[in-house]
């Protein structure tokens, strides 16, 4: 791997997890707004620790070990470095089921939110779908037949994997509503500090599983991960702090990191059934996707303004 690949791959990283953790950051600037001065401080330093080293760091590090269970926990750490035979067969063997578990849950993702999210219209045909909200279980579910009736051709793996992806989906959509619903009652309550702390962890640990599964469409480098997604999560921080009020005047961003989840998810899919994707692909669709709908927000902006 060039440099110019890491740098890239880095770099598209950092954008994706800023973009994907804009909810995040939304989230916690209002609970801490109801919070002492103490207890911002350590969220905005200590939980910085949490969020990059606990959950960006080892979380990847884990599904990478238990998606390659040959290896040792080194070896899972440094793989896509290895110059050893034996790592990189294994890496090879256990690709395809990572990526399409990892593609599932984006696209899963998207349909969630395209189907049965608020949202801001950007685009012609988001209104009608959003009407059409109750198909959404029906969509996610034909989605899961064909994938693993296409995947069990392959690899029954790599339609295991797509199970596995699902499942993942249900499991973190089911623990993120359930901390909506303890938002809306935090802040309409009186609770301590301490409860709401542990409150905006377990909110980043569940947003934080976008990022580090959407990671896997750039590379399956630990360290390039772990490096990319935490300067991400720095970005997030210091949006927390000082710029949130703008970043809700741009409506459109949150488009952007969903349109930026399903080609994620579509190219790690694409790559599981054995197609060739060049590195530089995700990064630039990425770049591409965010440019595009911070464009439109911008010209949005201006239109109504406020700019």
């Not at 070896?75 to 690709?95: G, H, K, M, R, Y």
């Not at 909200?133 to 034909?142: E, H, K």
């Not at 901390?179 to 980043?204: C, H, P, W």
């Not at 899919?269 to 692909?281: A, E, K, R, Y």
């Amino acid at each position: 791997m060039d440099i110019l690949s890491i740098i890239l791959i880095i770099a598209g990283l950092c954008l994706f997890e800023t973009i994907s953790s804009i909810d995040n950051a939304i989230i916690n600037a209002e609970v801490l707004s109801t919070m002492s001065a103490w207890a911002r401080k350590w969220f905005l330093v200590w939980g910085l620790v949490i969020a990059v080293v606990v959950v960006r760091g080892i979380l990847p590090w884990m599904i990478v070990w238990m998606a390659t269970p040959s290896l040792g926990p080194i070896e899972a750490f440094t793989a896509t470095f290895s110059n050893d035979p034996a790592v990189i067969e294994a890496i090879s063997l256990s690709a395809p089921v990572l990526l399409m578990g990892g593609g599932t849950f984006l696209i899963f993702l998207f349909l969630h939110w395209i189907f049965l999210e608020e949202k801001n219209y950007g685009l012609f045909g988001e209104r009608y779908i959003a009407s059409k909200g109750v198909w959404f279980f029906a969509a996610v579910s034909i989605l899961l037949m064909l994938l693993v009736w296409f995947a069990l051709q392959v690899n029954p793996l790599v339609a295991f994997g797509a199970v596995v992806g699902s499942t993942a989906f249900f499991i973190v959509h089911g623990f993120r509503q359930n901390a909506e619903e303890q938002e809306r009652k935090m802040l309409g309550g009186n609770l301590t500090d301490i409860s709401k702390l542990f409150y905006l962890e377990v909110i980043d640990a569940t947003f934080s599983v976008d990022g580090v599964l959407g990671a896997f469409a750039f590379t399956l480098s630990v360290p390039l991960i772990l490096i990319g997604n935490g300067v991400g999560a720095l970005v997030v921080r210091e949006m927390t702090v000082r710029n949130i009020d703008t970043i809700k005047k741009y409506l459109f961003l949150k488009n952007g990191a969903m349109y930026s989840i399903l080609f994620l998810g579509t190219i790690m899919i694409v790559d599981s059934f054995g197609f060739h994707i060049p590195t530089w692909l995700s990064p630039i669709v990425t770049f591409g996707v965010v440019g595009f709908f911070l464009f439109k927000s911008k010209r949005a902006l201006t239109q109504s303004g406020a700019a």
